[in-house]
């Protein structure tokens, strides 16, 4: 059974920075592509950030060049380092195993990233 654990959110001012982790457990970690998804207030959840197996990476215009998905394979990690927050960078945050663009696993509990103008 996979599992998915987030965590790192919090509160912060706008120009702040946080770093989001996500333990993933029960999958062949190495082989899988990752995915960070947010739900603002109101919204659908989007994907904002993949990375896949071979560490190639891509985001949402949104957060290019500010949002950086890594991957610690060894420890089955995925994070998502975010500089230069904005307002409309609140919500909760998920992350997931994808099969292309597409969620494959159910979602964790998240982690509420709230920023402050």
């Known amino acids: 059974q996979v599992q998915l654990v987030e965590s790192g959110g919090g509160l912060v001012q706008a120009g702040g920075s946080l770093r989001l982790s996500c333990a993933a457990s029960g999958t062949i970690f190495r082989f899988n592509t990752m995915g960070w998804y947010r739900q603002a207030p109101g919204k659908q959840r989007e994907l904002v950030a993949r990375i896949t197996s071979g560490g190639n990476t891509n985001y949402a215009d949104s957060v290019t060049g500010r949002f950086t998905i890594s991957r610690d394979n060894a420890k089955n990690m995925v994070y998502l380092q975010m500089n230069s927050l904005k307002p409309e960078d609140t919500g909760v945050y998920y992350c997931?195993?994808?099969?292309?663009?597409?969620?494959?696993?159910?979602w964790g509990q998240g982690t509420q990233v709230t920023v402050s103008s």
């Open positions: 997931n195993v994808l099969n292309r663009v597409d969620p494959v696993y159910a």
